[in-house]
T-cell receptor, first 113, second 114 residues
Framework: DAKTTQPPSMDCAEGRAANLPCNHS???????VYWYRQIHSQGPQYIIH???NNETNEMASLIITEDRKSSTLILPHATLRDTAVYYC??????????????FGSGTRLLVRP | EAQVTQNPRYLITVTGKKLTVTCSQN?????MSWYRQDPGLGLRQIYY???????DKGDVPEGYKVSRKEKRNFPLILESPSPNQTSLYFC?????????????FGPGTRLLVL
């Protein structure tokens, strides 16, 4: 079962910031939050990840609440090419030292011209 | 160019006819994984491999086999495909299974089993 909850769809205007929320209230202390996106039916593309602190890279910013029960992905200046399904994922460690990404249903973001 | 490749990209087959979907990565990654994606069910892990000759079941391994004889290749084998294996399949890899390793996904293989 997915450990995250996201709104099924959102939209924003081109050039504006897109703020995508995610709830992960059952996350454990050593589990990372990852964000991927999927454009049409292409392979998911990594965006950003974090554990406790806020993170920023060339694609986006990730804001994680202090209690780690929720996070927000921010695309600072959305473009039409950012239209995609965005997945908030909790990375779960397994007993054999490997890990698993548990994908939920994601948020379908539509960027309007 | 660093990438994960899959072949074929599209495949139509009939029930019971064995098939193999190949996956190859050129990044010297140790960890590789197969997922299937179905409407309303998201991406679910089929099998994964932490290194050569080491494979383990994911969440939905029934009806699938994998092998990892070389680091770069991780083929997915359907010995006797059935219509419920019609799906979109993705292969992914990461450098290793560390806590901050990013998975890189292939372009996907769309399979239709009649």
């Amino acid at each position: 079962d997915a450990k995250t909850t996201q709104p099924p769809s959102m939209d924003c205007a081109e050039g504006r910031a897109a703020n995508l929320p995610c709830n992960h209230s059952t996350i454990s202390g050593n589990e990372y939050v990852y964000w991927y996106r999927q454009i049409h039916s292409q392979g998911p593309q990594y965006i950003i990840h974090g554990l406790k602190n806020n993170e920023t890279n060339e694609m986006a910013s990730l804001i994680i609440t202090e209690d780690r029960k929720s996070s927000t992905l921010i695309l600072p200046h959305a473009t039409l090419r950012d239209t995609a399904v965005y997945y908030c994922i909790v990375r779960v460690a397994l007993e054999d030292s490997s890990y698993k990404l548990i994908f939920g249903s994601g948020t379908r973001l539509l960027v309007r011209p | 160019e660093a990438q994960v490749t899959q072949n074929p990209r599209y495949l139509i087959t009939v029930t019971g006819k064995k098939l193999t979907v190949t996956c190859s990565q050129n990044m010297n990654h140790e960890y590789m994984s197969w997922y299937r994606q179905d409407p309303g069910l998201g991406l679910r892990q089929i099998y994964y491999s932490m290194n050569v000759e080491v494979t383990d079941k994911g969440d939905v391994p029934e009806g699938y086999k994998v092998s990892r004889k070389e680091k770069r290749n991780f083929p997915l084998i359907l010995e006797s495909p059935s219509p419920n294996q019609t799906s979109l399949y993705f292969c992914a890899s990461s450098l290793w299974a560390g806590p901050q390793e990013t998975q890189y996904f292939g372009p996907g293989t769309r399979l239709l089993v009649l």
